[in-house]
């Protein structure tokens, strides 16, 4: 059921002047397999380390070239089982569904070094100015670009699409590298915090469809993940998309336990602690990130009913009880009660669920 609600007037008018261009951003356990015994974690297999106090997780780092000159690249999803399996990253079978989009770059194969039609300039400098309530922020640029041709996702093919993020080349290093060992192949990049279904998890923050998503998240502006079909759909036959949902205007405070949202998040306070739709092993599952955010109403917060949340079914219920509002103006989004899409895409590959 759809629904049109009253959301604070400062938020509500802000979303609208982006809306075009806004969204999400925003104990080391080793990790050699998916199942694991340090608190019960279910770590992306390739993973050699996962710390989850720093926030970062360490991957194997792939050599590439693109136009003749060396790219560096991490994978993290494949639409194939066997080739999931085999590389130990996450099964992503919607990202078929991509295929003869833009959203799929097509690269070539040679020698078993991986030919890429796109690339990254590294070279600009991020820039995020927080507003005065952190989000919307004042000012933003994305700290990197991707070209014409640029898109995380590519195939060699033409059948099978890899998740396939570069993260470092000759004109610098992505805005998420913490460490990286080109002579030891990996590459130690930063993570969020967020929740699915109750649980805590971690996801990278790697490519965003807006200047503004890619600028607050700190990842590539790569403005062809727009094309991957369905806005607010995670229908797997026809949608290489799932929902995550950036609350905008959570409770705040470094030390409140309530603490969510992207106002908090650009204010420095932490991660805004998103909340996904699906998780690897799901059928539903994509990186492809469907940005659907959504706003706390006034007569939430004036009835004191504003709190942390993390569970996708909790948001669906709240948003059609009238506590919740769109924050997007995109299609509605039917598994979440009607709640909008905004409509852009965040690529942010799920690396532990605790």
């Known amino acids: 059921m759809e629904r049109t609600l009253k959301a604070p007037l400062a938020i509500t008018t802000a979303l609208a002047a982006l809306a075009a261009a806004i969204a999400l951003a ?40 693109h136009d003749g000159r060396r790219v560096w690249y991490v994978v993290t999803e494949s639409s194939s089982k066997d080739g999931a399996q085999r ?12 295929l003869g989009t833009e959203a799929v770059q097509r690269a070539r194969r040679v020698d078993g070094v991986v030919r890429f039609s796109g690339t990254v300039d590294f070279g600009p400098r991020r820039v995020v100015v927080p507003g005065p309530n952190g989000f919307p922020p004042q000012r933003f640029r994305p700290g990197a670009v991707g070209d014409a041709d640029y898109s995380p ?11 396939a993020s570069q993260v470092a ?31 805590p998890l971690q996801y990278l923050h790697q490519e965003g469809s807006t200047r503004l998503i890619a600028a607050i998240e700190g990842s590539t502006f790569a403005p062809n993940l727009d094309a991957a079909p369905k806005v607010g759909s995670n229908d797997g036959d026809v949608s290489a998309r799932s929902a995550i949902i950036p609350i905008v205007n959570g409770p705040r405070g470094v030390n409140n336990p309530q603490r969510q949202g992207l106002e908090s998040a650009l204010l420095g306070q932490g991660d805004p602690l998103n909340i996904t739709q699906e998780e690897p092993g799901d059928n539903g599952y994509s990186p492809v990130w469907d940005v659907t955010p959504a706003v706390w109403t006034d007569g939430a917060i004036d009835g004191g009913q504003r709190r942390r949340l993390t569970d996708a079914d909790e948001v669906a219920d709240l948003f059609e009880e009238g506590l919740l509002a769109s924050g997007g103006e995109g299609r509605p989004n039917a598994g979440l009660e009607g709640l909008r899409a905004l409509p852009a895409i965040s690529n942010c590959p799920i690396v532990a669920v605790f």
Do not use: M
Request: avoid cysteine.
């Open 153 to 163: 996702l590519i195939t060699t093919n033409g059948r099978t699409v890899l998740n």
């Open 26 to 65: 925003l104990s080391a356990i080793p990790a050699s397999g998916q199942e694991r015994t340090g608190g019960g974690a279910d770590v992306l297999p390739s993973a050699t380390e996962l710390d989850r106090k720093a926030g970062t997780v360490t991957l194997p780092l792939f050599k590439g070239t």
């Open 169 to 199: 080349n000759g004109s610098g290093l992505h805005d998420a590298v913490v460490d990286i060992d080109r002579e030891g192949r990996r590459v130690t990049l930063d993570t969020f915090d967020g929740f699915y279904e109750d649980e």
């Open 87 to 98: 590389r130990g990253v996450n099964h992503a079978a919607k990202l078929t569904n991509a």
